[in-house]
Each structure stands twice: as structure tokens, then as C-alpha cells.
């Protein structure tokens, strides 16, 4: 929307424009109410979704970058921003990984979370805490921080802010999807303003004439609603298209069980290692809105709440320390030792065995090379600290 002003003697020349802005928005009023976050997002998505089906990505989604143009909320300055808004920064751009058309719905998301609930998921006063917070600490409870917000609200949002970009939504489309079947726009009350007016209704002759015969309206009427009724039984019961698959990622295994089974699913799970608490879904497959028939099968994959140690050894100390920052270990103390298989400052040991599975934020420890253990000239033992063969003088 685009607010011009005047001077007082109206000279137009003096008029100033002014954009409106969703960050100005959410500083001045905080968290929005539900109907206006669908109208609000619904808009940016359609937008975002249009961006990337021409392979175009923002990489700096954040309030500031979405205005009001005309009637619709959009965003700007596609493609421009090099490093992006830490607060807003997907866990994969925190980490240095490539990125597509996913990393911009983290951040849209962490956008829908700061609209929903009037605060961001993650914020500290440095920017490395707040990117290994997107890396690795599980998002707050929407509804913690304003109870306002809707369970199914809630269940949008934590997925849109999923960890791995292979559980969020994996198109704008189906994020907006989700958003449209999570929030409710009240009906207004009747005889209100906001009512659309009713259509004049026009009489209907009490028979409607063809040649010589005469046919009732009930003769068409009849067989057309049991047309109808027919067509939408079919679509309820699977034979065109099948059934919509509803969103239940963030839910427990058995909330979501529960809910699948009761929309006629059969429910497959299995159990994958993430940061979320444990017996959280994680991902579902087919993804929520595709439409399923035949067996309407759904496979559910539910956190372990643990996640593995991964393969250390030969890694530098610092692609070490990030590969367990990525998966929300801690990388605690680290000890040197002689070593003839590595160069200094590369890691031999994680302290823990490739494949343990601990909690998150857990320690590990890690063990350096801090060069040779034995003379590469005269094979004798290299003594703690010497820079130099106590035999023959080679230089370490």
C-alpha cells in the first residue's frame, strides 16, 4: 500500500511516498491474528512459489523484505543479498551447504513464527549463537509463547522450521497448502456488514414446457442431485484422485497415527535420528495435501531424539567441529598426540566410536595429530615437546 503526503498548502511536488512494510507491521502490533497471517502468507507464498518455478531464490527472506504492493503482500530484492539475515538463515546457509528453493522456506517460516507469536524462534546478542541455535536447537512451542495461536497453526510452522530441509515443506505451493487447511477464517455473524448479500432468488415456473409434454422441475432436479451426491462420494471414498493426505509432521507417532487412521490411512512407521524430541514425526511420505488412493498408504518416520556420531578421523579440527555443530553435538576438549599417519591438527580419534547415538548437545571429545610419533630419518621415538631427533637431529 503506498501512503502519499501532502505539504499543507497541497503542493504535489512535496509529496512523500510511503511503502508499507511487514517488519514496520510486526515492531508496531506484534503477533497477528490467524486470519490475517493466512491473507498475509498466502499472498507471499503465491509470489514465492512463482520466483522459484523459474529457479529464481531469495536467500533473504525477512520482514524487511516484504512489502505491500497494491493489495498484495510480496517480496523484494530477490537474489541480492550475499550473506542474509542471521535471524532468518536456514540451518544448511549456517552451515555453509548449498541451498534451494527449501532454505527459503525455513526462513519464511521463522517470518510466520515471529507473526504468529509476536517473538523470534532464536535470538542472542552474538550471531554465532543465534546460527547454532538454527543448526541444531529445536525451535520454542508457538503456543507456548502466545496460547493464542492454533494447534494446527503450530504443526505448519514447526515443519516449515524442520532441521533437515528433507522434512520441511519442499514447495511453496505446499506450504501455502498447508497454511490455507490450518487456518480457519471465521464466518461473519449473520445479518453483519461483512455478509456477502444474498442472491435474488427467482421464482421457478411450476413446470417447464417442451412441445406437447409437459415435465416437472423435480423430473431434473432429482436425478441432478443424485448425480452429484454420487460424483462426491467417489471422490470421499478414493475412486478420482484419491484422498488428500493431511499434515501430521510435528505431531507425536501416535497423535499422527491416530489421525491418519481416521481419515481411512494405513499408517507405516519407522524411526529416524534428529534433534526432535523423541516420538516426534519428523517426515511423512507422501508429503500432506498430495492426494492417495489404492492401499493410502502413509509411512511415518518418528525421531529417535538421538543423533549419531559421525566419522571424524581425517577431518581438519575445524570441519570437525562444524560437522558435529550441524548435528547438535558439542565439540568439548581436545587433546593432542604423535602421530605418523597424520599431519598436525588433523583429527584421529572423536573420542567415541562412528555411530554412537547420543542426545543433543552432547559432549565430544577430540584427539589432534601433533605431527610424527618416530624420526622419518633414524626411526627413533620423537620425546614430548622436541622440535628435533634427540639421535640424529631431524627436524621434526
Not at 168 to 197: C, H, I, W
Not at 204 to 233: F, T, Y
Not at 255 to 279: C, I, N, P, Y
Request: glycine residues 10%; proline residues 7%; contains cysteine.
Amino acid at each position: 500500500m503506498i501512503e502519499t503526503e501532502q505539504n499543507p498548502e497541497g503542493v504535489d511536488d512535496t509529496a512523500v511516498a510511503k511503502t508499507t512494510v511487514l517488519a514496520d507491521v510486526l515492531k508496531e502490533r506484534g503477533a497477528l491474528p490467524e486470519p490475517e497471517l493466512l491473507r498475509t502468507f498466502t499472498q507471499v507464498l503465491d509470489d514465492l512459489e512463482l520466483a522459484h518455478g523459474e529457479s529464481m531464490f531469495h536467500r533473504d527472506i525477512s520482514p524487511a523484505r516484504i512489502v505491500l504492493d497494491g493489495e498484495a503482500w510480496k517480496l523484494t530484492d530477490y537474489g541480492l543479498a550475499k550473506v542474509g539475515t542471521v535471524r532468518y538463515m536456514s540451518p544448511e546457509r549456517c552451515q555453509g551447504k548449498p541451498m534451494d528453493a527449501r532454505s527459503d522456506i525455513y526462513s519464511l517460516g521463522v517470518v510466520l513464527y515471529q507473526a504468529a507469536t509476536g517473538r523470534l524462534p532464536f535470538d542472542a546478542e552474538m550471531k554465532f549463537q543465534i546460527m547454532e541455535a538454527h543448526v541444531g536447537t529445536p525451535p520454542p512451542s508457538p503456543r507456548a509463547v502466545n496460547p493464542a495461536v492454533s494447534s494446527e497453526l503450530e504443526r505448519v510452522i514447526l515443519r516449515a522450521l524442520a532441521k533437515d530441509p528433507a522434512g520441511r515443506f519442499q514447495t511453496a505451493g505446499e506450504f501455502k497448502q498447508a497454511l490455507e487447511g490450518a487456518v480457519r477464517v471465521p464466518s461473519p455473524p449473520p445479518g453483519s456488514s461483512a455478509q456477502p448479500a444474498a442472491a435474488p432468488v427467482q421464482s421457478a415456473p411450476a413446470e417447464v414446457r417442451s412441445g406437447p409434454r409437459r415435465v416437472k422441475p423435480v423430473a431434473i432436479i432429482v436425478p441432478l442431485a443424485l448425480a452429484v451426491a454420487v460424483v462426491a462420494g467417489l471422490l470421499l471414498t478414493g475412486v478420482f484422485g484419491g484422498r488428500r493426505v493431511p499434515s501430521v509432521t510435528g505431531m507425536s507417532g501416535d497423535e499422527a497415527a491416530q489421525v491418519l487412521r481416521g481419515k481411512g490411512f494405513r499408517v507405516e512407521t519407522d524411526s529416524m535420528d534428529d534433534t526432535l524430541a523423541a516420538g516426534t514425526v519428523t517426515v511423512q511420505v507422501p508429503s500432506a495435501g498430495e492426494r492417495v488412493s489404492g492401499s493410502r498408504s502413509v509411512k511415518l518416520s518418528v525421531s529417535t531424539g538421538k543423533v549419531a556420531v559421525p566419522v571424524l578421523t581425517g577431518l581438519t579440527l575445524a570441519d570437525a567441529r562444524a560437522r558435529l555443530t550441524g548435528l547438535a553435538l558439542n565439540p568439548a576438549k581436545v587433546d593432542s598426540q604423535y602421530n605418523d599417519g597424520y599431519g598436525v591438527g588433523i583429527v584421529l580419534s572423536g573420542g567415541l566410536e562412528a555411530g554412537t547415538k547420543l542426545a543433543p548437545h552432547s559432549n565430544v571429545n577430540l584427539t589432534v595429530s601433533a605431527g610424527r610419533a618416530t624420526c622419518l630419518q633414524c626411526g627413533a621415538r620423537r620425546e614430548a615437546g622436541a622440535k628435533f631427533c634427540t639421535k640424529c637431529g631431524y627436524k621434526f
